[in-house]
């Protein structure tokens, strides 16, 4: 009970907590056990990483992965991402599990340098508050140093919602990053409220077009035009644009035809356990463009 009250002062403040008691109850202690069982989780390892390929259409290879979480939760099976990364990112908690999957990442690129595969970048999801949270860079830093892994093995993918905090501090962080070798995308490209001024300040690398716009492709005569409009816009801004939420033949021809390479999607694969990404690796995925696609 002191643990939920706290928690409920902190979340509202006082006058707030008072107003919305009686009809809220019920919602935040809901949310409190759930905030419980996601910590739970990460003590008990219910969590783990599945990794979905990377597609460069050009060489015809795998040219990395992204990180992809997920909770094996012991009584409700397993719990998509969708359902339980919104509730973490309203606390801290988010920043520990986004630190579990930096650690599983790097882990796994020096797990593969271990076993003499050639190695592909992985790519892993960084939500805002841990972005602009003090030490991410040196828990990245010393991840990476830990493990004997280079930077440019390593890539962050952020929304941009991020671009809402202040624009120096992210210059700051991104110059870091890219100090690091490590690149960063832009995940779900198109669907965040920010502006597109963003674009030219920040030393961004890749756009990745969200899989709602590669969906429309062929529903109807508009459904390619903010594809064509997004690799546009890549182009024109020297970064590297990949398509996200592949399904279908015809969405990969169409994305080709307008110049767009990289793809990842159902199409190709869907998110494989460690040991399918590892046969992948195994096979020679790998061409001459493996880690740096330009
Ligand atoms: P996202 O980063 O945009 O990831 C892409 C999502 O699309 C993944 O869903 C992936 O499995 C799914 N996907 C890939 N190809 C296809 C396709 O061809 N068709 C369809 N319908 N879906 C496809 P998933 O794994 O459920 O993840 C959902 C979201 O959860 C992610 O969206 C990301 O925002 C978040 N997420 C996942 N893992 C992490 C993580 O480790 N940290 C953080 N902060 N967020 C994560
Ligand atoms: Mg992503
Ligand atoms: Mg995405
Ligand atoms: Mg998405």
């Known amino acids: 009970q002191a643990d939920m009250a706290m928690y409920w002062a902190k979340q509202n403040g006082r006058d707030n907590a008072k107003f919305f008691e009686?009809?809220?109850?019920?919602?935040?202690?809901?949310?409190?056990?759930?905030?419980q069982q996601i910590k739970q989780a990460l003590a008990q390892q219910q969590f783990h990483l599945l990794y979905q390929p990377q597609i460069d259409t050009l060489s015809q290879s795998v040219m990395?992965?992204?990180?992809l979480i997920r909770w094996q939760?012991?009584?409700?099976?397993?719990?998509?991402p969708v359902e339980f990364i919104p509730i973490a990112e309203e606390s801290n908690l988010i920043c520990h599990i986004g630190d579990w999957v930096l650690q599983q990442s790097i882990a796994l690129l020096s797990a593969w340098q271990t076993a003499g595969v050639a190695v592909l970048p992985i790519a892993v999801n960084i939500s805002g508050r841990q972005f602009v949270a003090e030490g991410f860079i040196d828990t990245i830093?010393?991840?990476l140093q830990q493990h004997q892994v280079d930077?440019?093995?390593?890539?962050?993918?952020?929304?941009?919602?991020?671009?809402?905090?202040?624009?120096?501090?992210?210059?700051?962080?991104m110059a870091a990053l890219k100090g690091m070798g490590v690149e960063i995308s832009v995940?779900?490209?198109g669907t965040g409220y920010s502006s597109l001024h963003y674009l030219k300040e920040l030393p961004l690398?890749?756009?990745?077009?969200?899989?709602?716009?590669v969906s429309g492709i062929g529903d109807q005569a508009e459904g390619d035009k903010i594809c064509?409009?997004?690799?546009?816009?890549?182009?024109?801004?020297?970064?590297?644009?990949?398509?996200?939420?592949?399904?279908?033949?015809?969405?990969?021809n169409v994305l080709n035809v307008l110049g767009c390479h990289l793809h990842q999607g159902y199409f190709y694969d869907r998110p494989l356990s460690e040991s399918a990404a590892l046969r992948l690796l195994q096979q020679g995925q790998r061409t001459a463009l493996g880690t740096s696609v330009v």
Not at 27 to 35: D, L, P, T
Not at 64 to 67: D, I, Q, R, S, V
Not at 153 to 172: A, N, P, R, W, Y
Not at 228 to 252: C, F, M, R, S, Y
């Open 205 to 213: 690398d890749i756009l990745k077009i969200d899989k709602s716009f």
């Open 187 to 189: 995940d779900d490209f």
């Open 73 to 80: 939760h012991p009584d409700k099976g397993m719990i998509s």
């Open 141 to 143: 830093a010393s991840l």
């Open 228 to 252: 064509e409009a997004i690799i546009q816009l890549a182009q024109n801004l020297d970064l590297k644009v990949i398509a996200e939420g592949v399904e279908t033949q015809e969405q990969a």
């Open 22 to 35: 009686a009809f809220m109850a019920n919602e935040v202690s809901s949310r409190f056990q759930y905030e």
């Open 151 to 173: 930077g440019s093995l390593l890539k962050i993918e952020i929304t941009e919602g991020v671009f809402l905090h202040d624009m120096s501090q992210c210059i700051d962080i």
């Open 64 to 67: 990395g992965f992204e990180a």
